[in-house]
Structures are given as C-alpha cells and as structure tokens.
C-alpha cells in the first residue's frame, strides 16, 4: 500500500506536501509523523504501513526546505527568511487539524524523529491541547556548553556570510563527528544505521543528505534548547503519555545520554507518564536500524496503550 499524495495549504502560507496511509483495520487513532532534517516525509512508509495494520491513519509531511513542500522564498535546507520555528510549528498545527477534520473524536498521536523530535516537543508546547500523546525518537535536548558555542558560531557567520549558506564549521562538529564516532565506517552515513542497505537508500536519496543553512541551524538549536525548558515542559498535561527512545550508539544524543536527560527533565516539571528506552547498540535512525522491528512493535504496544485498546489480533 502506497502513500496518497496531498497538498495542503498552512495559515504559515506554505505548500504542504502531506502523505497519507489510511488504517487497514478499524480506525483506532491517528498518528502525525515529523521527519528529520536533510530527508523527507516519504522515508516513512514502511513505519507508516505498520502502524496502519494497528489501526491508525498516518499523516506525514515534508516540512519547510525539505522534499515536495514549498513555501515563500524557497530554499532547501531553510525554514524561513524569518519566524521560522513559528512557521513550521503552524504547519504542524495545519496537519493536525486537517486529520482531526477527518477523524473526529479520534486521539492523536504526535511523533517526531531527530529535528522532528524537536518539532514535535516544541509544537506540543505551544498547543498542548491538541494531541493525546507525544512520541520524540532520538533527538538532543541538552547540547549543553558546546550548543551555546555553536549559537555564537552561527551568530558570526550569520553577520558575515548571511543566513542561507551552510555552515561548513557547524557541519564538521556536528555531521563530521558523528561520522567519525563508528569505528571502520563504510561510508561517512555509518552512523545513520547499521543496515548498510538503508544507508545506501539514503547517499542514493536525491532529497537527502543536503546541505544545512545557517538559519536552519540557529532554528534548531533554538528548539533544542527551548523544548527542554522546566517552564515549557509545565505547559504538557502532567498526564500526558510520552514516548522517548534513543540508541546506545547514536552520537546524535550522546549514545542516549540525552534521551535519559529528558526524560529525567520532564518528571521534574510533573510529567507522570514518560516510557523510555535505549536500544543498545543502535545508531541514529532507530526507524531504519537493525532493532527497527522490535522498535516499531514496542511502539505500536505503547500507541494502543495511549487510547486504551488492545493490539489487533489479540
């Protein structure tokens, strides 16, 4: 079963390029899907097929400067001229009531992977009343001292080189270490996955591995840094279910560590209902690892948990 393609049209003023699967048993739920950075909303069918076979309808797509979405001032690899944290949690918000319109009454699920993840936090923070669960995989809240550094960084380059060039200093110590961090590496994407197929799908993937603008940088340290505040964390019902995950060798969150930090962060700010759990051994993009299946199906316990059914077939 394949993507439907849509095209949606976001208060933000952005073109939205959405993929829908619909459930293939009785609809139970809804899940809204947020990629990462330098991919796009179309490496998540098989994620999305799975999910479907457990009744939920997903809904994923491509943010600002990523895949088929366009918006004003085009650039790949940039949310916005300006205001682009806003506009893409606009976006985010015009996705989820575009799924609610067509299932009523039916609790929503918020995911996000990496940047995704910070999407996701940051955009159910700023409307906590419109999901009924948060998942963010594999995403760092606490860049700690050298994030400040990296702020600083950008702030200059912003100043001399403008806000829609990469960062080539930003993507050594970011990109160039995590490819460093896997021992024997094949290619400079190892530490992506150690399915050597889906890293291959990635390098051969036109709309991936892209370069990043200074302003996509500075919008994703912002929401790094934001998302794990004590007072926006207090803005999430304390009941709210979420779901956390991170990889024992992901060099994105520190092997975990982040994930750890953030789950310790949101029980101080009075989250009563935060599950976690670190794969060992499995490196950033969990949904495309070799622990994906047990992933995806710890997931799907997890989601039915969320809206109090039980998994199809039992």
Same mark, same amino acid.
């Given at each position: #079963?394949?993507?439907? %393609?849509?095209?949606l049209?976001s208060?933000?003023g952005?073109d939205?390029?959405?993929y829908?699967?619909?459930?293939?048993?009785?609809t139970?739920?809804?899940l809204?899907?947020n990629?990462?950075?330098?991919?796009?909303?179309?490496r998540?069918?098989?994620f999305?097929?799975?999910?479907?076979?457990?009744?939920?309808?997903?809904y994923?797509h491509?943010?600002?400067?990523?895949?088929a979405?366009?918006?004003?001032?085009? &650039?790949?690899?940039r949310?916005?001229?300006?205001g682009?944290?806003?506009?893409?949690l606009?976006? =985010?918000?015009? =996705?989820?009531?575009?799924?609610a319109?067509?299932h009523p009454? &039916?609790?929503?699920?918020?995911?996000g992977?990496?940047?995704?993840g910070l999407?996701?936090?940051?955009?159910?923070?700023?409307?906590?009343?419109?999901y009924?669960?948060?998942?963010?995989?594999?995403?760092n809240?606490?860049?700690?001292?050298?994030?400040?550094?990296?702020?600083?960084?950008?702030?200059?380059?912003? #100043?001399?080189k403008?806000? %829609?060039?990469?960062?080539?200093?930003?993507?050594?110590?970011t990109?160039?270490?995590?490819?460093?961090?896997?021992?024997?590496r094949?290619?400079?994407? %190892?530490?992506?996955?150690?399915?050597?197929a889906e *890293?291959?799908?990635?390098?051969?993937?036109?709309?991936?591995?892209?370069?990043?603008?200074?302003?996509?940088?500075?919008?994703?340290?912002r929401?790094?840094?934001?998302g794990?505040?004590?007072?926006?964390?207090?803005?999430l019902?304390?009941?709210m279910?979420?779901?956390l995950?991170?990889?024992?060798?992901?060099p994105?969150t520190?092997?975990?560590?982040?994930?750890?930090?953030?789950?310790?962060r949101?029980?101080?700010?009075g &989250?009563?209902? =935060?599950?976690?759990?670190i794969?060992?051994?499995?490196r950033h %993009?969990?949904?495309?690892?070799?622990?994906r299946?047990?992933?995806?199906q710890?997931?799907?316990?997890?989601?039915?948990g *969320?809206i109090?059914?039980?998994?199809?077939?039992?």
């Amino acid at each position: #079963m394949a993507f439907e %393609d849509r095209r949606l049209a976001s208060p933000s003023g952005a073109d939205l390029a959405v993929y829908h699967l619909p459930a293939t048993t009785p609809t139970r739920g809804v899940l809204l899907v947020n990629h990462g950075v330098a991919e796009h909303g179309r490496r998540y069918i098989d994620f999305a097929r799975s999910m479907a076979a457990q009744g939920f309808a997903v809904y994923v797509h491509d943010h600002r400067g990523h895949g088929a979405t366009r918006s004003p001032a085009e &650039l790949q690899g940039r949310f916005a001229p300006d205001g682009g944290v806003d506009a893409v949690l606009t976006d =985010v918000a015009a =996705v989820r009531n575009e799924a609610a319109s067509e299932h009523p009454g &039916l609790p929503i699920i918020l995911f996000g992977h990496s940047m995704g993840g910070l999407v996701a936090l940051n955009a159910a923070e700023r409307d906590p009343e419109l999901y009924d669960g948060l998942a963010i995989w594999n995403s760092n809240f606490h860049p700690g001292l050298l994030g400040r550094l990296g702020q600083r960084v950008l702030a200059i380059e912003r #100043m001399l080189k403008g806000s %829609d060039v990469p960062s080539p200093l930003i993507a050594r110590f970011t990109f160039g270490e995590w490819a460093r961090s896997v021992a024997h590496r094949r290619t400079d994407f %190892d530490w992506l996955s150690r399915n050597p197929a889906e *890293v291959d799908a990635y390098i051969a993937d036109p709309l991936c591995g892209f370069d990043i603008t200074v302003s996509l940088w500075v919008e994703m340290l912002r929401m790094c840094f934001a998302g794990g505040e004590l007072d926006r964390l207090r803005r999430l019902p304390p009941q709210m279910p979420v779901n956390l995950v991170g990889g024992g060798e992901d060099p994105v969150t520190k092997k975990g560590k982040a994930t750890v930090w953030l789950q310790a962060r949101m029980k101080k700010a009075g &989250l009563q209902r =935060v599950t976690t759990m670190i794969y060992p051994g499995a490196r950033h %993009d969990t949904l495309k690892d070799t622990v994906r299946e047990r992933a995806i199906q710890a997931f799907s316990v997890w989601c039915l948990g *969320v809206i109090g059914r039980p998994s199809v077939g039992t």
